[in-house]
């Protein structure tokens, strides 16, 4: 991780080219945050589907309260989604955009997580269901599609650097890992949605760096810098 000094040695028109450049990166990877949010709403609703398609019994309207819970979270994420998009918008320095996105990241990781719950509650419903490999597939193909997305963003910010041939290669980098470690991390959060019989079929994308363990085992879980109870989280194996 850079300084706060990064901007320090560069000319604003070339601050400007450097923030122009990340805003792109930076919105994508809130978009991906937010759009997991929806992978993992998708992933529990077609359980519940499943189970009003086969319980016949009178009180099957009842699936319905989880399911307003869960639209109130979507909610709070969409909010959170909104005002970091507004505060990526304004960003006048590097240190603007690690703010914003170190505020969104520890909202989304407690929202995803109740999601997640939520996920599982469903998922436990109907756990012999035929569904389940169907929804985990499904979950597989969103998580790798919001990967690639916001790989190929940085791929073009990259590309633009290189054709314009501006400074501030290596900080660009650094933001960029910054951001793809933040992105794992979201992405386990979302992964916990399948984690009810001890495995998941989403693996992480070739070179990507885990957010949340190392060749030591795993690590205690983090929110700006501080170990968060571990109640609710992933198990070791799936984190």
């Given at each position: 991780m850079n300084t706060p000094n990064d901007?320090?040695?560069?000319?604003?028109?070339?601050?400007?080219?450097l923030l122009d450049n990340l805003r792109e990166p930076f919105q994508a990877w809130v978009t991906a945050g937010s759009r997991l949010g929806d992978v993992v709403s998708d992933f529990a609703g077609r359980f519940r589907e499943d189970r009003e398609q086969s319980d016949l019994t009178p009180g099957a309207h009842a699936i319905h309260t989880p399911v307003e819970e869960e639209d109130s979270t979507l909610g709070r994420l969409k909010a959170a989604t909104q005002e970091a998009r507004t505060g990526l918008s304004g960003a006048s320095s590097t240190d603007d955009y690690r703010n914003v996105?170190?505020?969104?990241?520890?909202?989304?990781?407690?929202?995803?997580?109740?999601?997640?719950?939520?996920?599982?509650?469903?998922?436990?419903e109907t756990k012999d269901s035929t569904a389940a490999e169907e929804a985990k597939s499904a979950l597989n193909t969103a998580v790798g599609s919001v990967r690639s997305t916001f790989d190929e963003t940085v791929s073009?910010?990259?590309?633009?650097?290189?054709?314009?041939?501006?400074?501030?290669?290596?900080?660009?980098?650094?933001?960029?890992?910054?951001?793809?470690?933040?992105?794992?991390?979201?992405?386990?959060?979302?992964?916990?949605?399948a984690d009810r019989d001890g495995a998941t079929d989403v693996t992480p994308a070739p070179g990507a760096t885990p957010g949340a363990t190392t060749t030591d085992g795993p690590v205690p879980h983090m929110i700006d810098g501080e170990v968060v109870d571990t109640d609710d989280r992933p198990s070791d194996k799936d984190v």
């Open positions: 901007n320090l040695h560069q000319t604003p028109e070339e601050n400007n080219s996105s170190a505020t969104f990241a520890s909202r989304a990781e407690d929202i995803l997580r109740d999601l997640a719950a939520s996920a599982r509650r469903a998922a436990a073009q910010a990259k590309a633009r650097r290189a054709a314009g041939a501006t400074s501030g290669a290596d900080n660009e980098d650094s933001l960029f890992d910054d951001l793809r470690e933040r992105l794992e991390v979201l992405i386990n959060r979302a992964r916990a949605a």
